[in-house]
C-alpha cells in the first residue's frame, strides 16, 4: 500500500513553495480590501439636533466609484420627542476631477417627526431623504456642498395634526492653513417646507458664521467647531461641535 506521507524531498518544497504564495496571495487580497474599505464615525451637537452620533463609509470598485452607506442617530437630545428618530442610507460616490467627489444617496428613516409631526407612533418607513454631498479637498482648499429633501412616506398624523417634510442644505469652504488646521466659512439653512395641513413653508433656521478645524495629519481623529449667528428673525445664535475618527 502506498504511504500517502511518503515525500519526496521535491514534493515537500514544492509544497512549501505553493503554500508561501497563497500566503502572500491572500494577504495582497487582504491589503486590497484595507484600501477598498474606509469608514468613519462622528459624535455631533447642537442646538437644534441635539446630540447625534453618526457613521460613513465606502467600498471602492475602481479609483472612479465607490458604494456609500451612512447612518445618522437622530434620536438624543430635542430628538428624543421624534420617536427615537434614524436614518440609514445608501448611494454612490464617483470622483469628478482632482479633489472633487459628487456622492448621491437615498436615506429611509424610522421614528414619527415626517409621518405625524411627532404626535404619532414610531414606526419604520417615518420618512425618505433622496440627498447629495459635494465634497472638495485639495492642498490648500476644502468644502462641502449638502442637499437633503426629507418627505413622508405615511399619514398617520392624528385629527388635527399634520405631517411634515424638511428642505435641509449647508455649504462651507475653508483654507487649509496646514495639514493639522484649517478654517473657512459655514452657511446652514433648515426650511420646514410643507405637510398635509402645513399652508406655507417656513424657515426653522439660517446659519452663518466660521468654523475651525484640526486632524491629524496622516489621518484618524478630526474635531470641528462652528458657531455664528442666526438669520431667522427672533432666533439668536448657533453653535455646532463635531469630533470625530476616520479608519
Known amino acids: 500500500m502506498k504511504n500517502l506521507f511518503n515525500f519526496k524531498p521535491n ?33 455631533n451637537s ?9 457613521f460613513q463609509g465606502s467600498y471602492g470598485f475602481s479609483d472612479k466609484a465607490a458604494l456609500t452607506f451612512y447612518g445618522i442617530h437622530w434620536g438624543g437630545g430635542t430628538g428624543a420627542n421624534w420617536g427615537n428618530w434614524t436614518e440609514f442610507g445608501l448611494g454612490a460616490n ?18 414619527n417627526l415626517l409621518s405625524s409631526g411627532t404626535r404619532g407612533p414610531a414606526i419604520f418607513g417615518d420618512g ?11 492642498e490648500k482648499v476644502e468644502g462641502q456642498l449638502y442637499f437633503g429633501y426629507y418627505a413622508p412616506l405615511r399619514d398617520e398624523a392624528p385629527a388635527n ?25 459655514h452657511y446652514e439653512h433648515l426650511i420646514n417646507s410643507g405637510g398635509s395641513n402645513v399652508a406655507t413653508s417656513t424657515d426653522v433656521y439660517q446659519w452663518l458664521g466660521p468654523y475651525v478645524q484640526f486632524s491629524k495629519p496622516t489621518g484618524g481623529p478630526f474635531a470641528r467647531f462652528s458657531f455664528g ?19
Open 94 to 111: 464617483f470622483q469628478a476631477g482632482e479633489g472633487l467627489s459628487i456622492n448621491p444617496q437615498i436615506g429611509f428613516l424610522g421614528g
Open 46 to 54: 447642537d442646538q437644534f439636533f441635539g446630540f447625534y452620533p453618526t
Open 11 to 43: 514534493g515537500v518544497k514544492s509544497i512549501l513553495i505553493l503554500a508561501l504564495g497563497l500566503i502572500l496571495i491572500a494577504n495582497h487580497a487582504s491589503a486590497q480590501e484595507e484600501k477598498q474599505f474606509n469608514f468613519s464615525v462622528a459624535l
Open 128 to 138: 425618505i431623504v433622496p440627498n447629495l454631498t459635494v465634497n472638495l479637498l485639495k
Open 161 to 185: 395634526g399634520t405631517t411634515l417634510s424638511y428642505v435641509h442644505y449647508w455649504l462651507n469652504l475653508g483654507y487649509r492653513a496646514s495639514n493639522f488646521f484649517s478654517f473657512g466659512a
Open 229 to 247: 449667528t442666526d438669520l431667522v428673525e427672533g432666533n439668536d445664535s448657533f453653535f455646532k461641535l463635531t469630533t470625530g475618527f476616520s479608519f
